[in-house]
């Protein structure tokens, strides 16, 4: 049972659209990442939510904590080419620093 | 900025043969990290060192062993290798954080592993 689930697991659209990313789970986490992966290269680190409600932005992407800091979304406004890579969402919790990673949402966005 | 280096890129290996990873993490960081990451899966912990330390074990199978050096570089030694150790191995590295405050970690370009 996977304890970070993506939604959804594949994504494929036209540059100037937007979409959403979703990361669930049943656990509260004291922090939570989002990291964006080019095949066959390391996840990136893009951002870090620690607080409940947080949102950040990252120039045309917004992340959001849910409240109860057991779920977190990242918006992409106006997607481009550049985008396209798997969307990775880690959280840490009980004091761990080893985060838990999940599956992954892969997005391709088309020119 | 630095950033973690990992070698080699690429390593191709027969069965029950030994390989051995190399990682050397961002400057100042005192904490290494192993994943494991299969085709279209996420990161699979594996092992992780603070301060020359094992600090955490995740997966990590018996025939791999792993150390961090007195420069803090960590290698990941894997023996009897199987078809199913292909893969891509990260290495991570990050600064604990004061109590309270919150862990980030920053990936490697990754070692891709195929044993034949």
């Known amino acids: 049972t996977q304890l970070l689930e993506q939604s959804p697991q594949f994504l494929s659209i036209q540059e100037g659209e937007n979409l959403t990313v979703y990361c669930n789970s049943s656990?509260?986490?004291?922090?939570l990442q989002w990291y964006r992966q080019e095949p066959g290269e390391g996840p990136v680190l893009l951002v870090t939510v620690v607080t409940g409600g947080e949102v950040k932005k990252l120039k045309r992407l917004t992340f959001q904590f849910g409240d109860a800091r057991k779920d977190s979304s990242l918006h992409i406004t106006a997607a481009q080419p550049g985008d396209t890579g798997l969307y990775l969402c880690a959280g840490a919790s009980g004091g761990s620093y080893i985060p838990t990673f999940g599956r992954g949402t892969s997005l391709i966005v088309h020119p | 900025a630095a950033g973690v280096i990992q070698s080699p890129r690429h390593l191709i290996k027969e069965k029950r043969e030994t390989a051995t990873l190399k990682c050397y993490p961002i400057?100042?960081?005192?904490?290494v990290y192993w994943y494991q990451q299969g085709p279209g899966q996420d990161p699979q912990f594996l092992i992780s060192f603070y301060e020359k330390m094992q600090s955490d074990k995740g997966s990590i199978p018996d025939r791999f062993s792993a150390q961090q050096f007195s420069d803090y570089h960590s290698e990941l030694n894997m023996s009897s290798l199987e078809l199913g150790d292909s893969a891509l191995y990260f290495c991570?590295?990050?600064?604990?954080?004061?109590?309270?405050?919150?862990?980030?970690?920053?990936f490697g370009p990754g070692t891709r592993l195929t044993v034949l």
């Open positions: 656990s509260v986490f004291s922090s």
């Open positions: 400057p100042r960081h005192d904490t």
């Open positions: 991570a590295s990050s600064l604990v954080p004061p109590s309270g405050k919150y862990n980030e970690q920053f």
